[in-house]
């Protein structure tokens, strides 16, 4: 297919920046869209100009196939004309964020493709946590896409307050990472956030049920499209008022995802945790004295004396240690996972051949 200059206009305007890879260039009878919405029982799909109903190919639902190869919100697809339209097939992503899904069983689950910012909401009330903020900072890490650190209910505690979180967050962060404490309701406070949200940029938002997610698409918007709910006083949690991914045009230019609130944020296996927020501890590691140093009694330990020293905070190095201990559980189950496929590949070509064998005499 060929893209013309009407229907690149109308694609740019939900995140479309480049142009045709020649194997999808070449294909015929198809067209281009962007997958806005991700469903139970089908996805919406969008031209620039209009939404449609879609469903995957049959190969995307094939037992066995990879959930990461699917089809997901974000994804710029080549779709067959039909009722409902068929996707038939996902251009390379230039970006992706994931997590591993609940359960023990290693799935990777993506949250949102071709994204250029990570909206992390966090609110000044029972939500604030910002051990989460590392463990938000570890996944974006590799996507390809950029943090932005958000504190909401600004309107809700005093400057003391407030200065006191944010100072605490801060301390986390690698310096180039922004931080903004908003008041989800107001125009004028959340201002700072439209220079990720121009024309040909998109982002997506994450953080807990309750964090404002919904609030502020709608300030975005200028229109209460997206329902809200309060929070529960015990713990500042909310229901889930968004309950499927969703891609939304904004006034700016922009493209924002909007996401159902996250309960739990497992490690992929991939992540460098020295890449997100805690290069200063592997660079207090490297100044031991003995190379496989545990950080434990041994003599010369460099992390063990800037914690004495308070250098080091001790929770933000329990954390460290709950998240290294986490990606390397993580990686030993994908590895026996990965081995337990090339053995029953193997052991399905050696029945094949024996059966082979066998019968072919008959």
């Keep these: 297919m060929q893209l013309t200059d009407e ?42 100009k209009a939404e449609f109903p879609a469903q995957p190919a049959p190969r995307f639902l094939r037992r066995g196939a990879d959930p990461a190869h699917r089809p997901a919100v974000g994804d710029f697809v ?18 992706e964020l994931s997590r591993a899904a609940a359960g023990e069983r290693y799935q990777r689950q993506i949250i949102a493709t071709n994204i250029d910012w990570v909206i992390v909401l966090m609110g000044l009330d029972g939500d604030f946590n910002p051990r989460r903020i590392e463990r938000y900072l570890a996944l ?14 600004r309107d809700k505690v005093d400057d003391a307050t407030y200065s006191t979180a944010a100072e605490s967050v801060r301390d986390l962060l690698p310096r180039e990472v922004e931080l903004h404490g908003i008041n989800a309701k107001d125009p004028a406070s959340i201002a700072p956030l439209l220079a990720h ?6 982002a997506v938002l994450v953080g807990s049920s309750g964090a404002g997610k919904s609030t502020l698409t709608n300030t975005l918007l200028g229109v209460e499209r997206q329902s809200t709910n309060s929070v529960r006083d015990n713990d500042s949690r909310g229901r889930h008022t968004t309950t499927h991914r969703a891609l939304i045009a904004l006034p700016s ?39 496989d140093c545990i950080h434990g009694s041994e003599p010369g330990c460099a992390v ?20 290294r201990a986490e990606l390397a559980a993580t990686n030993d189950t994908l590895e026996a996972q990965l081995r337990r496929k090339t053995l ?13 064998e066998k019968y072919r005499g008959n």
């Design 140 to 153: 974006i890490q590799g996507s390809g896409a950029q943090p932005v650190i958000v504190l909401t209910k």
């Design 197 to 202: 949200l121009r024309h040909g940029d998109t």
């Design 7 to 48: 229907q690149r206009q109308a694609l740019s305007t939900i995140g479309w920046r480049g142009d045709l890879a020649p194997a999808a260039a070449a294909a015929e009878g198809v067209g281009l869209f962007r997958i806005v919405a991700q469903h139970r029982n089908g996805y919406r799909v969008h031209e620039g």
């Design 304 to 323: 063990r004396a800037a914690l004495d020293s308070g250098v080091l905070d001790a929770a933000r190095w329990a954390n460290f240690q709950k998240l």
């Design 344 to 356: 029953a590949r193997v052991a399905n070509k050696a029945l094949s051949k024996r059966l082979h």
């Design 253 to 291: 230019g922009g493209c924002l995802i909007d996401t159902p609130g996250m309960r739990e944020l497992k490690l992929t296996g991939d992540e460098e945790l020295a890449e997100s927020s805690f290069g200063d501890i592997e660079a207090l590691a490297l100044e031991c004295r003995f190379g």
């Design 78 to 95: 080549l779709v067959e004309p039909g009722n409902p339209l068929l996707i038939r097939e996902v251009l390379q992503r230039r970006s």
